[in-house]
């Protein structure tokens, strides 16, 4: 079983960053893939980005160029570097870990762009 705590969202202008974390308890996330996704009332949970163990990287055409995945195994922590943030942006993002057969959401954090 593992547990995870997102925390870094906030409110933040059209052209900002953000970093958010992701930090598991329970299990080590070493042989976790370990992604993001982000949904707005109303819409269907999507995709944002995954790094496998192998520390290859993909990422939703949609924030490519702007959003970066990233983890520390020794800190049990994943995070997601948001630069270049749009209003297009906003919306609860979650954390996921994910291995055959056992599948792990976060809580999720809000993030708010706007001026």
């Known amino acids: 079983q593992v547990q995870l705590v997102e925390s870094g969202g906030g409110l933040v202008q059209p052209g900002g960053s953000l970093r958010l974390s992701c930090t598991a308890s329970g299990s080590r996330i070493t042989p976790y893939v370990m992604g993001w996704h982000r949904q707005v009332p109303g819409k269907e949970r999507e995709w944002v980005a995954t790094m496998n163990t192998g520390g290859t990287t993909n990422y939703a055409d949609s924030v490519k160029g702007r959003f970066t995945i990233s983890r520390d195994n020794a800190k049990n922590t994943v995070y997601l570097q948001m630069d270049r943030l749009t209003p297009e942006d906003t919306a609860v993002y979650y954390c996921?870990?994910?291995?055959?057969?056992?599948?792990?959401w976060g809580q999720g954090t809000q993030v708010t762009v706007s001026s």
């Open positions: 996921r870990s994910l291995l055959p057969g056992r599948d792990y």
